[in-house]
């Protein structure tokens, strides 16, 4: 037994054409026999073909599993489709792996389609997970991570997570944790806390007094060779806040060609970016997604920071 529960969009509607769409793949006769057959029920009441469907009805339909599998309309789309590694997915929300490389949005019209935002928004809506006939919503993502940082990205489903997830981030209850890898031996646990504005001419930030407070600390995980392995924490989240911090500490991301000025040729090791992970979300007590109280979820490409640094703390670079 199959059963079905009508939304919105699908109500008010004569339940014979309503089969027609949902069994896309069954022919006229195939729906007409089992209607006749009393293979459909709403509500646990017999089904006419000139019944209208409503919202929130129920519809049990008694057919096998293969029949179904055989006339229900289905896309057969999947997250892999488009290019879309998610860790985390519910009726709400949706934690993607985005790979370096990877635009977070369109920054420009030739961008339509090649980066996260649209690609999700194309998997949602080819799944039928999401609703594409919203007028005023669509699916969003509530932090944002530099085309070459990789990690863990969230997406809000419906309006109202969105609004939760956005006051979450505002107010600190999503703490959001990066691995990096920097040139010095860092010991010892830090903190910066500086002021920073965006350049008017240039996608950098600099010292501002009177710009934007940002605070990240930072624990060393493992040292080598004048490179360290390290773990940040946001405690504030703005454009470019790591890369310029660490580089204000004079350490360096590996591999960072906007901030770093290194002398060091990371194309030895194919590094030709920023080596940063976004690689940890800890999720507090948020309004409407309370469940989500406590779950921690990592990245799957933890181990390739892990790959890099024994590749940077056993290199020769002279």
Request: glycine fraction near 4%; charge should be positive.
């Amino acid at each position: 037994m199959i059963e079905v529960r009508i939304n919105e969009n699908d109500s008010n509607q004569r339940f014979d054409r309503f089969l027609r769409k949902y069994l896309k793949n069954a022919s006229l006769s195939i729906i007409q026999k089992n209607i006749r057959k009393k293979n459909f029920k709403i509500n646990d009441k017999r089904a006419k073909k000139d019944d209208f469907v409503k919202y929130g009805d129920i519809i049990r339909m008694y057919i096998t599993d293969e029949d179904y599998q055989k006339w229900v309309r289905k896309d057969n789309f999947e997250a892999s489709d488009f290019d879309l590694d998610i860790i985390y997915e519910d009726e709400n929300i949706l934690i993607i792996d985005k790979k370096s490389g990877v635009l977070s949005h369109a920054a420009n019209a030739s961008d339509y389609g090649k980066n996260l935002v649209d690609q999700m928004t194309s998997y949602l809506y080819k799944t039928n997970k999401v609703n594409s006939r919203d007028l005023t919503f669509r699916p969003s993502i509530v932090n944002r991570l530099d085309r070459n940082t990789a990690g863990l990205i969230i997406g809000a489903k419906n309006s109202k997570t969105l609004r939760s997830l956005n006051e979450a981030i505002r107010n600190g209850k999503i703490n959001k944790y990066y691995l990096t890898i920097v040139e010095g031996e860092l010991k010892k646990d830090f903190a910066i806390d500086t002021n920073i504005s965006k350049f008017e001419n240039k996608n950098m930030v600099k010292d501002n007094k009177e710009g934007k407070r940002i605070i990240t600390k930072f624990h060393p995980l493992e040292s080598k060779n004048n490179f360290t392995l390290l773990e940040c924490e946001l405690i504030t989240g703005k454009t470019h806040q790591i890369r310029y911090s660490l580089n204000k500490n004079s350490t360096p991301i590996i591999g960072d060609r906007k901030y770093s000025k290194s002398k060091i040729n990371y194309k030895k090791i194919n590094l030709n970016n920023q080596a940063l992970l976004a690689y940890k979300l800890v999720f507090g007590k948020i309004e409407n997604l309370e469940y989500l109280e406590n779950k921690i979820f990592i990245s799957r490409q933890v181990d390739k920071i892990n790959k890099l640094k024994e590749e940077v703390f056993n290199a020769s670079f002279n």
